[in-house]
């Protein structure tokens, strides 16, 4: 059974940096789909930011690009975003999301794309 898990989250300063991590286990696949979501209190979900890893392409949403970076470990079958230039809107629970194959470009942000998900990790920007 292919399982998620979420690193990394805490309290950080506006302005700062932070790396989440999302690692995965009994996962079979040799190309895979992995993303960001976020949820941030009484609000919905939102996309972050996805990775192919068959090809490395990445899509991000606007409110992140150019401040978060995804990345990924082929070997370890890990994921990472980088945040940087962190904002108080940017608080929220952070959850991972995979699937096996590399999803077509423009589903990369639709959340029912994905079957498999983490508990979420928190990230907290305050001063």
Do not use: H
Not at 99 to 116: F, K, M, P, T, V
Request: glycine residues 12%.
């Amino acid at each position: 059974q292919v399982q998620l898990r979420e690193s990394g989250g805490e309290v950080v300063q506006p302005g700062a940096s932070l790396r989440i991590s999302c690692t995965t286990s009994g996962a079979s696949s040799s190309d895979y789909t992995m993303a960001w979501f976020r949820q941030a209190p009484g609000k919905e979900r939102e996309f972050v930011a996805a990775l192919r890893t068959g090809d490395g392409r990445t899509k991000y949403s606007d409110s992140v690009k150019g401040r978060f970076t995804m990345s990924r470990d082929r070997a370890k079958m890990a994921s990472y975003l980088q945040m940087n230039s962190l904002n108080p809107d940017d608080t929220a629970v952070y959850y991972c999301a995979g699937r096996g194959g590399n999803l077509i470009y423009g589903s990369l942000g639709d959340s029912n794309q994905y079957g498999y998900w983490g508990q979420g990790t928190q990230v907290t920007v305050s001063s």
